[in-house]
């Protein structure tokens, strides 16, 4: 693997280049640019806070904020793999013409994807910003924030790793990107992105050891728990209403996120692993 990530380091201005190149593509002839790829998750967070904060009765303060703050890393990364998928299928011809690193291909995909995460990033705390003005309360911008880049280098970690593993199957079995959707749908809903980490610590179903045991596992996924930390670092904590009451604001458990953080390196060494395990016979996919 490190002779491949030698290789890599020599190709890095072709990377780059094939990055600035998928971002051109994603906006030309655009006149919105950018703000069309924010407009699915406010449209989203919009949604959301209107049916659970104003039909179903959710009284946190600033939902809207908590929402986001967990939906915009969850939409790099479904975006993320989602396009890595099908980039060495849609490559193949070029592949079978010039020789440079294959991994370049999804890399170039990924990192695009988080380029506009980052951006998007930007527009949330000019959001916050707006909203404290609006309604001065507590100052938006914490010193937790300073923890953003670690969140971030491990979100890309995860997103690479996983992205890689499922471009180079899914060119030779296309069900994977199915499959992989349909796993991406049903983690939006086991992740706390619609809610929050407390309302399964304190549900009433889950009190007990058995409760705590629960709660653990459930933080192991590391969507799950990045969600949770993007919440705890970005914003200030508040109580959360939980079946009704209300409950104390859980702290950060940067001990279960150092084990999340070892588990996406894992997951970015196993997935470059079995791409370039796979990487030399894309070409000879009829």
Partial sequence: MVAELKELWRFRELLWTMVEREIRIRYKNSVGGFLWSLINPLVTVLVMT?????????????FAA???????PYMFFQFAVMDAAQSILVSLPLLRKIYFPREILPLAIILSNFIHFVLALAV?????????????????????????PVLLVVNLALAAGVGLAVAALNTFYEDVKYIVGVILY??????????????VRYSSALQGPMGDLVYRLYH?????????AYRKVLLAPQAVYVEGRKVPPLPMDWGNFAVVSLICLAVLVGGYAL?????????ERP
């Fill in 50 to 62: 209107v049916v659970f904060k104003y039909l179903v009765g959710n009284q946190t303060e600033n």
């Fill in 66 to 72: 908590y929402i986001l703050a967990a939906y915009l």
């Fill in 124 to 148: 949330f705390f000019a959001y916050l910003l707006v909203v404290y003005l609006i309604h001065p309360g507590v100052w938006p911008f914490q010193i937790t924030t300073l923890w953003l």
């Fill in 186 to 199: 049903l983690m939006f809903f086991l992740s706390p992105i619609m809610y929050f980490s407390e309302n």
């Fill in 220 to 228: 192991l996924n590391p969507i799950a728990a990045l969600a949770t």
């Fill in 275 to 283: 791409f370039n395990r796979l990487k030399w016979r894309f070409v």
